[in-house]
Structures are given as structure tokens and as C-alpha cells.
């Protein structure tokens, strides 16, 4: 069974800019969050996604980040303008349903804002 | 308030001794799920064991088992015999049953290398 595929592995980008990167969950799992885990620190929940709807994004930042989730299967974060502290390593995790005692994730994406 | 707290930033242990990694929690809902993740080097978050707030037995898978003391609000990982891929980061994190959504809470981790 195919895991949580996340892309790119890296990305190096300026202050200012925008990032964007992808997940694509496990096939059949309902469940998506995205988790922004800066270095040293356990990760933390940036948004949860149920097929295509949002069930909590109240620790998203949404004056810069974004994300999408169109067709209930892969999804996409995105931050614009970038800044120095969302250097981080942001987390795709999937689980089969809410609730569901297994999240499942990703190898991550690593940030770095110069 | 931290919710969930890991008091061992780091440990050193003995290859094929048993480990104990402390982790206390906060909350105010009657209904909560522990759990344990364990992330090498790769980055990726790998699932360890789940503890239900209402389970009476203390969770194990395998070499795992979840040291639940409810009253004292702790969850404590028991590795019994280690090994020297057991070195990793541990995350013990908490699903709040609540508050409508599901996402984890996670502690900020213990760093577990085992020596031979």
C-alpha cells in the first residue's frame, strides 16, 4: 500500500515570496491535515480537512497560508508572502476516516526562508 | 497551559534495556485518545500505540505499551529490550473528543538514542 506522498522533499525560497506544496493521501482516507512542525518542537495542527470540506483551520494563519483540498483527494498549502518564521517542516498526515486511531504521515516538506 | 508535556529533552540508554518515556497531559474532556509517535531521522511520523481515555487496560503493541494513569493524568511509553533503531525522536500527543475536530496535540518530544 502506497503511503502519504508530499512534495518537493526541499524548498529554499526568500522572505516575501510565495511556496506552495502538495499531498496526495492515502487511497480511501477521508481524513487530511497539514502540520507545520518548526525544529525542535513537536508538530502542530495547521488545518484538517474531511473529503473536501474544512472541519478546523483556527490555528491557520489565513492572512498568508492557504490550502485546498478541491476534489477530496490530494491538497495543496500554500503561503504568500513568506516569512522567516514559517521556516518549518510542514507534515501532510492522512487517516481513514475522523476519529480513526491510525494518522498516517507523510516524509514532509522542508522550508527554509532566507 | 501545555497540554501535553515531555519533560525528557533527551536520554541515553543501554541497547536491550527497558526505556520509559514520560509524558503528562492536560485537558478537561471526559473523552480523549493518547498516542505515541516515534520520527528517525527521515522525518517521517510513525504511529506507536493508542490509548483510548475510557480503555481499563494499558495499551501494547509488541515491544510498546502505554503506561495509562488516568488520576495522575500521565501516559507513559514503555520500551522493553531495546534496539539501536529504537533511536529516534518520541512524540506523545492527545486527540481532544470535545471539541469537533480531530487533530492531535503534540508534546515537543524526547530525544531516545540507544548505545550499544
Known amino acids: 500500500e502506497a503511503g502519504v506522498a508530499q512534495s518537493p522533499r526541499y524548498k529554499i525560497i526568500e522572505k516575501r515570496q510565495s511556496v506552495a506544496f502538495w499531498c496526495n493521501p492515502i487511497s480511501g482516507h477521508a481524513t487530511l491535515y497539514w502540520y507545520q512542525q518548526i525544529l525542535g518542537q513537536g508538530p502542530k495542527l495547521l488545518i484538517q480537512?474531511?473529503?473536501?470540506?474544512?472541519?478546523?483551520d483556527s490555528q491557520l494563519p489565513k492572512d498568508r497560508f492557504s490550502a485546498e483540498r478541491l476534489k477530496g483527494v490530494d491538497s495543496t498549502l500554500k503561503i504568500q508572502p513568506a516569512k522567516l518564521e514559517d521556516s518549518a517542516v510542514y507534515l501532510c498526515a492522512s487517516s481513514l476516516d475522523r476519529g480513526h486511531e491510525k494518522l498516517f504521515f507523510g516524509s514532509g516538506t522542508q522550508l527554509s526562508v532566507l | 497551559a501545555q497540554k501535553i508535556t515531555q519533560t525528557q529533552p533527551g536520554m541515553f540508554v543501554q541497547e536491550k534495556e527497558a526505556v520509559t518515556l514520560d509524558c503528562t497531559y492536560d485537558?478537561?474532556?471526559?473523552?480523549?485518545?493518547l498516542f505515541w509517535y516515534k520520527q528517525p531521522s527521515s522525518g517521517e511520523m510513525i504511529f506507536l500505540i493508542y490509548q483510548g481515555s475510557y480503555d481499563e487496560q494499558n495499551a501494547t503493541e509488541g515491544r510498546y505499551s502505554l503506561n495509562f494513569q488516568k488520576a495522575r493524568k500521565s501516559a507513559n511509553l514503555v520500551i522493553s529490550a531495546s534496539q539501536l533503531g529504537d533511536s529516534a525522536m518520541y512524540f506523545c500527543?492527545?486527540?481532544?473528543?470535545?471539541?469537533?475536530?480531530?487533530?492531535?496535540?503534540f508534546g515537543k518530544g524526547t530525544h531516545l538514542i540507544i548505545q550499544p
Open positions: 480537512f474531511q473529503n473536501n470540506g474544512v472541519v478546523d
Open positions: 485537558t478537561s474532556d471526559q473523552s480523549y485518545g
Open positions: 500527543a492527545m486527540r481532544e473528543e470535545g471539541r469537533g475536530a480531530d487533530g492531535l496535540t
